[in-house]
């Protein structure tokens, strides 16, 4: 463009625009602009650009553990596993001594402390494998090894400690001598966690018997993990310097502190019993606290710096811990409940083959599939140097969320074997903790209304957070020069996304840039055509609303959806690719992105009937759907595919299943499904002969088997054999029974009820 056409062009259209547009920008706290600022942008900045590049996700190296994480992995997360009897822990409130002994003494506190201070110095990937093998055995003991090594005491330290602080506390911690909790959450303040009341004042006080320079902190706060045995608590609170002794400012900001329990004043022990688990969890209280100035993490220099410290931790974090957990409640469902539906048996054929079951296990399927692509593919990213803050609220929000449906939809597939608490259901422990993942890193309800698309726009897109910057420069000409700049970009790159998304929907995504592959080649394209689509879509309603978005929950949350299964389903195809293109699985992978797709183009539908500008409304329904809505949810046959295959030993069901613990040992809740799972294989292989050779006697005679040997159907051994699976899957369908004084309160914990009697 020619300097005298951008002159005229910056001073009539985009001098009045950029007026306005001040305006309208959403008033912004610091802590809001910390949290957008935390973090790094990958693949969801792809996404939102409507021009994704498939070889930037098809060429990340395939996530992988090294062989010594591998060990570790074979050796003690496996020793740890068999140790656990989640019943037991349940019931005793605690984990025994002899695992937290366990626990101390082989790292698991130092996952990610480096080796130099002591630590194992594991990847984020191995990480989230061991949180995900350990919550497959016992939620309690996973949140036990999760809490120190995410968003917590070491982190912190390594990140922003003094080389002092650093030096003195790391060994301790990789070794397990000082229990840590980090304490934000107070009772005005949950999810608000920035306006916590907690205060601290800066003063002299003394310290080992000297005049030191310190705070005096006060404090009451709930819901913390591993408070009530903790020996260090980390604590968030505000800063204040009433009497300048730090500088000019009075009200410094939030601040973190590590300080050891055994300080004076320190209340802590109390516990709180969250959803019946056993994870130590409580308040602490303080008042008039003195403590040295040493204690402030990161020293002086870093007070006032509490939140964006938080939030960078955070970003990361919230890759890990609750999408490891999910990702192996899931595969764990996965594999017990295709188990149990192949082992019990209604109206003579196992509960699995009827078409309404088979729904049910083709979702607990495709879940398992999904959730292990993106947690796996996500926690590599962060050993890659990412800390994507959007992805990880994807994750955490849509983990959780998928975990729970999958609990309920095995729970329904278990019906009262699912219901029945005792030592023999390895089920209802995770069904009752499921709140605790869906409250815990940002609730749920508020992650999806703000922080996905509301952080992700904002983060994530090419132009937007440009702009805002743009307008706030203080030279007004250098602001009009940088807006004009980002504002004509954005334009030019909204029709474009408009255009192309018109055109890709017309063609079923045809012509899109991107990868032809035998068998998933279409889903590429679809998913291509689904993601110039969102792009334009977003922008469009983001310059419609301009800072009224905030205010709408609903239309962020859908938009949130829409990115969020763009994600997702980019992972699920990435996953397929890293694994070798197993035909055996494609059709979860096809299932994953038929749901999605379909899943895509309902919120896409309702953000526009909801959209208040009407006329945007129209055009965008114009791009959105050229040829009317015609994506359907996956098909029966899929389902029926996809449950199949968890009602069949094999090898997707292991790769399905493959980072979860199962018990070998009979005895075990999850030994004995698997020993049943065994033993229906054989019965129904025994079903099918007697069929075809007695007609309707078949059903009698596969219960009682010396009926089969009388009518010449089975040999002496055959008939053995069947007896033998019977008596395995009978005694696998039972459930606990207890005399009526086991199950008042005080009785033993390690009583045992009659039918665990082994
Ligand atoms: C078992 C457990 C362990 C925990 N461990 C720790 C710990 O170790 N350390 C720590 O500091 N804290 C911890 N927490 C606290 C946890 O982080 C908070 O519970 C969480 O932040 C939510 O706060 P709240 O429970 O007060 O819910 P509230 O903030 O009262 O929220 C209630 C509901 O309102 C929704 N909501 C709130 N604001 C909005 C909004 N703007 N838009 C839409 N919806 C909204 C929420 O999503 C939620 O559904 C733990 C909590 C639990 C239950």
């Known amino acids: 463009m020619n ?12 001098k009045p625009f950029l007026a306005w547009y001040k305006k309208q920008l959403p008033p912004m706290s610091d802590t809001e602009r910390e949290a957008i600022a935390a973090g790094t942008v990958w ?8 021009r994704p590049d498939w070889s930037i996700l098809r060429n990340f190296p395939k996530p992988e553990l090294s062989a010594e994480e591998q060990a570790f992995l074979d050796g003690p997360v496996n020793t740890l596993c068999a140790m656990l009897d989640d019943w037991k822990i349940r019931r005793d409130r605690d984990l025994p001594e002899e695992v937290w002994r366990f626990i101390r003494s082989n790292g698991f506190f130092g996952m990610i402390i480096p080796k130099e201070y002591g630590g194992l110095g594991f990847s984020a990937l191995m990480h989230s494998q061991v949180v995900l093998k350990i919550s497959s055995r016992s939620l309690s003991a996973a949140v036990t090894v999760m809490v120190p090594n995410s968003l917590g005491p070491a982190e912190l330290l390594m990140r922003y400690g003094t080389e002092e602080s650093r030096k003195y506390y790391l060994p301790r911690l990789a070794k397990g001598e000082e229990i840590p909790c980090f304490a934000l959450t107070a009772p005005e303040a949950g999810s608000d966690a920035a306006s916590i009341p ?45 009497d300048h ?81 999910s990702t192996g409640a899931a595969q764990f469902c996965a594999r017990m409940t295709g188990a149990y539906a192949r082992v019990r048996r209604q109206f003579g054929v196992a509960v699995g083959r009827f078409q309404g079951v088979e729904e049910a296990l083709a979702r607990i399927a495709t879940t398992a599939y999904a959730l292990e692509a993106a947690r796996k593919l996500t926690a590599s990213t962060l050993d890659k140097g990412e800390q994507p803050s959007v992805i990880s609220a994807i994750l955490k929000y849509h983990a959780t969320e998928r975990m729970r449906a999958a609990v309920d939809d095995a ?17 209802f422990g995770a069904y009752q903790s499921v709140p605790v993942a869906i409250t815990v890193e940002g609730a749920n309800i508020l992650t999806r209304s703000l922080m996905i698309f509301g952080q992700g726009a904002l983060r994530c897109h090419p132009h937007l957070l440009k702009e805002m910057e743009a307008a706030k420069l203080a030279d007004p000409n250098e602001a009009l020069k940088a807006f004009d700049k980002q504002l004509f970009a954005h334009i030019g790159d909204l029709i474009s996304n408009m255009i192309r998304a018109f055109w890709h929907n017309i063609t079923f995504g045809a012509f899109a840039h991107a990868p032809s592959l035998p068998r998933i080649g279409w889903m590429y394209h679809h998913l291509h055509a689904a993601t110039v689509t969102f792009a334009a879509v977003a922008d469009l309603v983001m310059g419609t609303l301009g800072g009224e978005l905030k205010r709408k929950e609903s239309l962020s949350a859908r938009l949130g959806d829409i990115l969020s299964e763009l994600y997702i389903a980019s992972c699920v195809l990435k996953r397929f690719e890293d694994d070798g293109l197993p035909k055996e699985d494609l059709p979860l992978v096809e299932w994953n992105l038929r749901n999605s797709l379909c899943t895509i183009q309902r919120r896409t539908d309702e953000v526009l009937n909801n959209l208040p500008f009407r006329p945007a409304a129209w055009l965008l329904r114009i791009v959105a759907f050229p040829l009317g809505r015609w994506r359907r949810v996956p098909a029966d046959r899929l389902a029926h595919a996809c449950a199949t295959l968890l009602l069949e030993p094999g090898q997707t ?30 019965r129904d292989h025994f079903d099918d002969r007697l069929r075809a050779s007695l007609g309707k006697g078949a059903r009698a005679a596969l219960a009682d088997p010396e009926l089969a040997v009388r009518h010449n159907a089975l040999t002496r051994a055959e008939a053995d054999t069947l007896i033998r699976a019977n008596a395995i899957i009978r005694d696998a369908i039972d459930v606990d029974d207890f005399a009526p004084e086991e199950l008042t309160a005080g009785a033993s914990a390690s009583d045992r009820p009659a039918a665990a009697a082994e």
């Not at 693949?43 to 939102?48: E, N, R, T, V």
């Not at 409580?282 to 938080?310: C, N, S």
């Open 43 to 50: 693949w969801d900045g792809q996404l939102f650009s409507g």
């Open 245 to 325: 002794l730090l500088g000019d400012k009075e009200d410094i900001g939030i601040t973190l502190a590590l300080i050891p329990t055994t300080t004076p004043g320190v209340k802590i022990g109390r516990r709180h019993f969250p959803s019946d688990q056993a994870f130590q969890n409580g308040p602490t209280q303080g008042k008039d606290v003195f403590i040295p100035m040493e204690y402030l993490i990161g020293g002086k220099e870093h007070a006032g710096q509490g939140w964006r410290m938080l939030m960078d931790c955070l970003a990361a974090g919230r890759a890990i811990s609750l999408p490891a957990l």
């Open 411 to 427: 729970m329904d597939v278990h019906g009262g074997r699912g219901i029945q608490d005792g030592p023999r259901n390895y089920l």
């Open 3 to 14: 300097d005298g056409l951008l002159a005229w062009r910056r001073q009539w259209l985009t």
């Open 653 to 682: 069901r292991d790769r399905l299943t493959g980072g979860i613990f199962w018990s070998k040992n009979p005895n075990d809740a999850t030994g004995r499904m698997e020993a049943a799972f065994t033993a229906a294989v054989e």
């Open 198 to 242: 907690d205060s601290g004042i800066v003063c002299h006080g003394e310290h080992k018997g000297q005049r030191t320079l310190g705070v005096r902190v006060t404090w009451n706060k709930r819901y913390i993990t591993l408070a009530p045995v903790a020996t260090l608590l980390g604590l968030a609170f505000r800063l204040h310097d009433p």
